[in-house]
């Protein structure tokens, strides 16, 4: 069983920045392909990005492309979830996820494992 803890959610105007992490339980988390997905309450959770196991070269929804960065530091078991020029539209509980073998998946149902949630509220 693995354990996924985000932090790093809060408050923040638009057009700034936030860092948000997800730490793992697992010292084997270099075999796990990561997600970062998002849920305004009420809504379907919605894809963010995805990161090979490696690292590599992410996948992005497309309303994060170009603004959000998705990157990991197996040596911390630590991935993270760079998101820059944030819009109220961002506004969100993020939500990790790790799926025990390499690849890039976009859908939730495709995970073994979640973390808790970490809010994140931009303001216009």
């Known amino acids: 069983q693995v354990q996924l803890v985000e932090s790093g959610g809060g408050l923040v105007q638009a057009g700034g920045s936030l860092r948000l992490s997800c730490a793992a339980s697992?010292?084997?988390?270099?075999?796990?392909?990561v997600g970062w997905f998002r849920q305004v309450p009420g809504k379907e959770r919605e894809f963010v990005g995805t990161?090979?196991?490696?690292?590599?070269?992410?996948r992005y929804a497309e309303s994060v492309k170009g603004r959000f960065t998705i990157f990991r530091d197996n040596a911390k078991n630590t991935a993270y979830l760079q998101m820059n020029v944030l819009k109220p539209e961002d506004t969100a509980d993020y939500y990790c996820?790790?799926?025990?073998?390499?690849?890039?998946?976009?859908?939730?149902?495709?995970?073994?494992?979640w973390g808790q949630g970490t809010r994140v509220t931009v303001s216009s």
């Open positions: 996820a790790a799926r025990s073998r390499s690849g890039w998946y976009r859908t939730e149902y495709e995970y073994d494992y």
């Open positions: 697992t010292r084997s988390f270099s075999n796990y392909a």
């Open positions: 990161l090979t196991s490696s690292g590599g070269i992410p």
